[in-house]
C-alpha cells in the first residue's frame, strides 16, 4: 500500500505536522488507531512518513469536522486502501459512496447550523447598535 521508492523522500514527522497543520500528539495518536502508519522508523526510532502519508493525513482531517468517528475513519480508508489495490472492487467503491452520502448529509446540517450562527450574530450585532430590541425574532423559530 504505501511502499516508499528508493528516490522517494521520506519525512520526519514534525515536517509531517508542518505540512498537514496537525500536531505531533494528533498524528501519534492517528497512529495508535492505526489510521496512518509511518513507513519506517530511523535507526533512532524517528517516525518517517511519505508524501502518500500527507494525504492520507489531510484526508483524515477533513473527515474530523464532519464528525466521522474513528471507526467510520478507519472504514472509510480500508475501502479506499481496497480501491489501491483492486481498482474493480464494487464493495469498496459502494461503500465509498455511501461515505460520500453522509458526508454529504453532514455538510448540510453544518452548513444549517451555521446560517442559524450567522443569523444570531447579525441580531446581536443590530442589538448591540441600537437598531432592534433585544428579543427572539420569530424566524428563529424556523429552521
Same mark, same amino acid.
Request: glycine share 14%; no cysteine; net charge negative.
Given at each position: 500500500m504505501l511502499d516508499a521508492t528508493p528516490r522517494e523522500r521520506l519525512l520526519q514527522i514534525g515536517e509531517v505536522a508542518e505540512r498537514t497543520g #496537525?500536531?505531533?500528539r494528533t498524528i501519534r495518536y492517528y497512529e495508535e488507531m492505526d489510521l496512518v502508519v509511518p513507513e519506517t522508523r530511523t535507526d533512532g526510532g524517528f517516525r518517517l512518513y511519505t508524501e502518500d502519508h500527507l494525504h492520507r493525513l489531510a484526508l483524515i482531517r477533513r473527515m474530523k469536522p464532519l464528525g466521522f468517528t474513528l471507526r467510520e475513519m478507519r472504514e472509510? #480508508?480500508?475501502a479506499r486502501d481496497r480501491l489501491d489495490d483492486a481498482?474493480?472492487?464494487t464493495a469498496a467503491r459502494r461503500r465509498l459512496a455511501d461515505f460520500a452520502e453522509l458526508g454529504?448529509?453532514?455538510r448540510?446540517?453544518?452548513a444549517a447550523k451555521a446560517r442559524r450562527?450567522?443569523?444570531l450574530v447579525?441580531?446581536?450585532r443590530r442589538e448591540s447598535r441600537g437598531e432592534a430590541a433585544p428579543a427572539v425574532p420569530p424566524e428563529f423559530f424556523e429552521g
Open positions: #496537525l500536531s505531533l472509510l #480508508l480500508e481498482p474493480g472492487d454529504a448529509r453532514r448540510d446540517d453544518l450562527g450567522g443569523e447579525e441580531l446581536l
